[in-house]
């Protein structure tokens, strides 16, 4: 068996900027975004995102945006999958924007599809939105046995 990690590893970049116009507050989105997702194979993975992620609002004194791996592409299905970032200050247009990431263990007994979705509990946001273009956004599973 090689033991060479990256021959042992499931990967989705994605390369381009995607935004969810004017998205409702507390609701996941994913194709807005990118639909970024991944399919699990039967195994043992730690499994993880790092992503560029953010979004903005106009008129807020606060922007919180939060992106998950989920089971579904419009909930969050782990919080342990779950990253945010916020902005804080005076009134004003808000702009959150963060390297999202998160990695955790997962052992898979049936092939499984994951989705990267985001959301903002913010009312009236501007935009939750995945900044690809200035560093790819990755969702990534490796061997937990190497």
Known sequence: ????????????????????????????????????QILLP????????????????????NYDVYCTLS?????????DLTSWATMEGALGVMSARALCNRIKRLDVTTATQYYFNGKTTTAS???????????????????AYL
């Open 125 to 143: 946001g501007g935009d939750v939105t995945t900044y690809g273009s200035y560093g790819p956004s990755f969702v990534t599973a490796d061997l």
């Open 42 to 61: 039967v195994g043992s993975w730690d499994f993880g995102y790092s992503v560029q992620f953010g979004g903005y609002k106009t008129a807020a004194t």
């Open 1 to 36: 068996m090689p033991v060479q990690k990256s021959r042992w590893q499931v990967l989705t970049l994605n390369k381009v900027t995607n935004s969810q116009a004017g998205p409702t507050a507390n609701v996941w989105y994913n194709t807005g975004i990118g639909a970024i």
């Open 71 to 79: 089971t579904t592409s419009s909930m969050e299905t782990d919080n």
